[in-house]
């Protein structure tokens, strides 16, 4: 059975800094995708980056990058020059085979300015 | 394009009754999601449709269940409402996972 972890309940970053988010995974499967979700206060679910197991580049979007580490089940989450408004819960996902998702517990980032 | 819309937004239930909760998916989504989310807590997953049919269920009584229309929205009802189902409920839409899950802003249901 997949498994998410996110070793970091809460992070205190200062404004135009970098965050790394850490996110390792479990998982019997050969294919699968990895996701980070966004969540700030008001409680929608926002999608900010997937990997695909298979995906040899780091994906990147924008301020978010993936560092997929495959041989050490690793999926962090960068955001370069942080914001406030990156104030928020993040969640790591991963799909199985059923297309459903495992979620990590989150991890709640304060950006202090 | 609209994104996933859910209603109603918010849901005050007393312990017993039923809740219908509802949810539009992106227009060209054919698979819906819903998700629990307890207060402080990550997301539980408790249903997939996809094509009108229930393709896997989370690990949730048979009081909750759901359905998909025709055209593609869905609906989570809640049966005999116990205290502990007091939680945000979301939604959520894909073409498939390696486009991502839309989500939509959530039903907070509250049970008293």
């Known amino acids: 059975a997949q498994k998410i972890t996110q070793t970091q309940p809460g992070m205190f970053v200062q404004e135009k800094e970098a965050v790394t988010l850490d996110c390792t995974y479990d998982?019997?499967?050969?294919?699968?995708?990895l996701f980070w979700y966004k969540q700030p206060s008001s409680g929608e679910m926002i999608f900010l980056i997937y990997?695909?197991?298979?995906d040899e580049q780091n994906a990147t979007e924008g301020r978010y990058s993936l560092n997929f580490q495959k041989a050490r089940k690793s999926a962090n989450l960068v955001i370069s020059a942080s914001q406030l408004g990156d104030s928020a819960m993040y969640f790591c996902?991963?799909?199985?085979?059923?297309?459903?998702?495992?979620w990590g517990a989150g991890t709640k980032l304060i950006i202090k300015p | 394009e609209a994104g996933v819309t859910q209603s109603p937004t918010h849901l005050i239930k007393t312990r017993g009754q039923q809740a219908t909760l509802r949810c539009s998916p992106i227009?060209?989504?054919?698979?819906v999601y819903w998700y629990q989310q307890a207060l402080g807590l990550g997301l539980q997953f408790l249903l997939w449709?996809?094509?009108?049919?229930?393709?896997n269920r989370g690990n949730f009584p048979p009081r909750f269940s759901g359905r998909q229309f025709p055209n593609y929205s869905s609906e989570l009802n809640v049966n005999a409402l116990e205290l502990e189902d007091s939680a945000l409920y979301l939604c959520?839409?894909?073409?498939?996972?390696?486009?991502?899950?839309?989500f939509g802003s959530g039903t907070r249901l509250t049970v008293v």
């Open positions: 959520a839409s894909s073409m498939g996972p390696s486009y991502g899950y839309t």
């Open positions: 227009s060209g989504h054919t698979s």
């Open positions: 449709y996809d094509e009108g049919e229930e393709r």
């Open positions: 998982t019997s499967d050969q294919s699968y995708g």
């Open positions: 990997q695909g197991s298979y």
């Open positions: 996902a991963i799909s199985d085979s059923n297309y459903q998702l495992i």
